[in-house]
Structure formats: C-alpha cells, structure tokens
C-alpha cells in the first residue's frame, strides 16, 4: 500500500476518534449539570439516560459504569477550579489569593453535590475520590504558595500551616453551602483573613517563609 492510501486508510479512523472525544466531551457537560446538584446516590442510570436524551449503552461504552461516569464528572470539573484557581500569574500576590479563593467558592457554591463528594471522600471510603481531593488541594496549597512565597517547593511548616488553612476552609464553605448566611464576597474576606493569621503563624515558626506585607497591616 503506498503512502496515498495509507494516509487514506487512516482518515476515517481520525476522524472517528475525534467524534468519540466529543461525544464523550459532550457526555461529561450533560453529567456537570445533572450531578450539579444532586447526589450521586439520587440519580439511576435509568434518570440520568433519560434526562440526558441518549441510550444508556452509550453512556456504559464511555464510562463502563455509573461510578466511572461520576468520577469522570468530577475529574473534569475539578480540573477546570483548578485550572482557574492556578491563572492570574499576572495580578499581584494578594489579588491572586482573592480570585483563587473566590473561585474556590464559586465552584462549591455552583457544584455543591460534586464539591461535598470530593471533600466527605465520598461514601464510606473510596480511594478515588480521596485522590481527586488530594490532588485540589496539593494545587491550591501550591498555588497559594506561588502567590504568597513565590515558591510552590514548602518546608513541613509553611506547607502544614496552608493545608490546616486549607481544611477548615472545606469545613466552612460545607457549613457555608448548607446556610448560606453570608455573601459570596464577605465569605472571601472572611476566609482571606484567617489566610493571613496562617501565614503569620508560619512566619514565627519559620522565618525563611515571612508573611506578606497585606498579611502583616491585618494584624494591626
């Protein structure tokens, strides 16, 4: 076979994989908006068939199971709180921490059945789900870090001090989507101040990591 019918030979098959990576692209949004807001356990293969217009074969072929369809959900809305939270490297560091945090909580606000999946660990224990949580917040505590240190390498220390931070913020903003009695802004103040404490506390114990100069005028 020449290399004219090779190239030929090859263009359906290019062109098929392309539209499986669409179709399941296209899957993955429909599951975004139907687990949105309601919890895993809420919805059957059946309803999500249904609700989403396709032949549950077809969801099966992509995602193998039910479970392999949420986590794929997950995993693809994470990347994109992820993605956002990590931009920005233009803005100066306190206005960096701000749009991280804040979109931190548009995500939870928005995705609050995905947000409490990945943060409860899921049900019972389910290591997959331990690992996508695992993996948020290794990125947020590094970009939290590149922002306030300009480093994302952390001695034991500073990088325990923004992990702490960064649990009770996943237990406030749980309590915060279950009543939400504040704002959306004042829920960032709030949770951008109690950054400073921490990286006030960190300085202490570890001069080579001092605070930022916003950090510092909070605690006068």
Not at 29 to 56: E, N, P
Not at 107 to 122: D, F, K, L, M
Not at 151 to 176: I, K, N, Q, Y
């Amino acid at each position: 076979m020449n290399i004219s019918h090779q190239r030929d030979a090859a263009r359906p098959r290019a062109r098929g994989t392309e539209r499986s990576v669409a179709r399941r692209a296209e899957l993955i949004a429909i599951g975004r908006k139907l687990f949105a807001d309601t919890s895993y356990d809420a919805l059957s293969m059946d309803d999500i068939a249904r609700q989403a217009h396709v032949a549950k074969g077809l969801i099966y072929y992509y995602f193998q199971s039910k479970r392999g369809y949420y986590l794929a959900i997950i995993q693809d809305s994470v990347a994109d709180l992820v993605t956002f939270a990590a931009s920005g490297l233009e803005l100066e560091p306190v206005d960096r921490v701000h749009r991280t945090v804040d979109s931190y909580l548009r995500y939870a606000e928005h995705n609050q059945a995905a947000y409490r999946t990945i943060v409860s660990g899921g049900v019972g224990f389910d290591a997959e789900v331990h690992a996508i949580r695992d993996g948020v917040r290794e990125a947020i505590v590094a970009t939290i870090a590149e922002g306030a240190y300009g480093r994302g390498d952390l001695a034991p220390v500073p990088r325990m001090g923004l992990l702490a931070w960064l649990c009770s913020v996943e237990g406030a903003t749980l309590a915060w989507i279950d009543r939400p009695t504040l704002s959306r802004d004042t829920m960032r103040e709030l949770l951008v101040k109690m950054l400073g404490g921490s990286m006030r506390a960190i300085e202490e114990m570890e001069p080579a990591y001092p605070a930022p100069e916003p950090a510092r005028r909070d605690n006068g």
